[in-house]
């Protein structure tokens, strides 16, 4: 049967348009193959993390937040804030498939908070040395106590974080927590310290510098002033406390080594400085015999392993 020419021509440009695809394809055959094998390569590699940690942090109170309103000094009912409840098997199983050995639980300990959460027995902070509605997850309030603001009830708090510490293990993966042994809040006090436990500060002499059997930095004959410029939580937050005062006398050393009372509001006025046995006063000697006192505070924290239930 003849084809005629014509259609032996269009037969033939479409074999050549063919061969040509072909062609193009072929011209790297190893191309996606390569790629792929990469790309096993980087799966096989953090499948398989050869015994190195291998560590994704989580800032708890954004990982679950579905609230996408993000307003400027809005409150936790505006803005919202993840639970520890949020961070359930499904989002474990997929952290650990990323080939993960641990997971860093950030800003759990609890920290000075612009939130009232007076009628479940937390103490209300002086927003004037508090640094946003939420507060700074370093300027820690209580080290043997969880922030409010991630529990779905807060008078649960340590079991819903107990449970997540749970969940974790279950998953094969191990828990890493902040703890910050540089600074506290600077209205720290805790109201669940174990038994026989003593504040910090609690039994310090105010008169002096620096002691190593005191627990903070001192200016004597001072008062803390608040820095100029400040405003807590933006003129639409209103408290009682809310005065530019914060009493504090005599002043104690900031946590970034502040020496005076009056700090600007780019230092870190929220906090202050914990004595780990190293007299700022003086080129920083050390005093570490006898144990400074806030190496067996803090021990003891550290040795509990957890906030006390």
């Not at 096993?40 to 989580?58: C, F, S, T």
């Not at 008169?207 to 005191?214: D, G, I, M």
């Not at 870190?268 to 046995?277: A, M």
Request: with cysteine; aromatic share 10%; glycine share 8%.
């Amino acid at each position: 049967m003849s084809l005629g020419f014509r259609n032996l021509q269009k037969l033939s440009a479409a074999c050549l348009t063919i061969c040509l695809i072909a062609g193009c394809l072929s011209t790297k055959p190893n191309e996606k193959d390569e790629q792929q094998k990469e790309h096993e390569q980087k799966q096989q590699l953090w499948a398989e993390p050869a015994g190195k940690p291998v560590i994704y942090q989580v800032l708890v109170r954004l990982f679950g937040n579905q609230n996408l309103t993000n307003q400027l000094n809005g409150s936790i009912e505006q803005n919202g804030a993840g639970k520890f409840n949020d961070i359930t098997d499904r989002a474990l199983d997929s952290i650990k498939g990323l080939g993960i050995t641990h997971i860093w639980y950030t800003g759990v300990l609890e920290h000075a908070t612009m939130t009232d959460y007076t009628k479940f027995g937390i103490a209300l902070d002086d927003p004037d040395v508090v640094k946003g509605r939420a507060g700074s997850p370093y300027a820690v309030k209580d080290y043997y106590d969880v922030d409010p603001d991630l529990a779905v009830n807060v008078n649960e708090r340590l079991q819903e974080f107990q449970a997540l510490i749970g969940r974790t293990h279950e998953h094969g993966l191990k828990v890493v927590m902040d703890f910050i042994p540089n600074h506290v809040a600077r209205g720290y006090h805790s109201d669940r310290k174990p038994k026989g436990v003593i504040d910090f500060g609690a039994d310090d002499d105010t008169t002096l510098r620096f002691s190593p059997q005191n627990d903070f930095y001192y200016l004597p004959g001072t008062s803390f002033k608040v820095p100029a410029g400040v405003d807590p939580g933006g003129r639409d937050f209103h408290s009682l406390l809310k005065d530019g005062k914060f009493k504090e006398v005599p002043a104690k050393v900031t946590g970034n080594n502040v020496l005076r009372p009056d700090p600007s509001i780019d230092d870190w006025y929220e906090t202050i400085k914990l004595n780990y046995g190293i007299d700022l006063f003086h080129a920083d000697a050390v005093h570490f015999n006898p144990v400074p006192p806030v190496w067996k505070k803090c021990g003891i924290y550290c040795s509990i392993g957890r906030p006390r239930e």
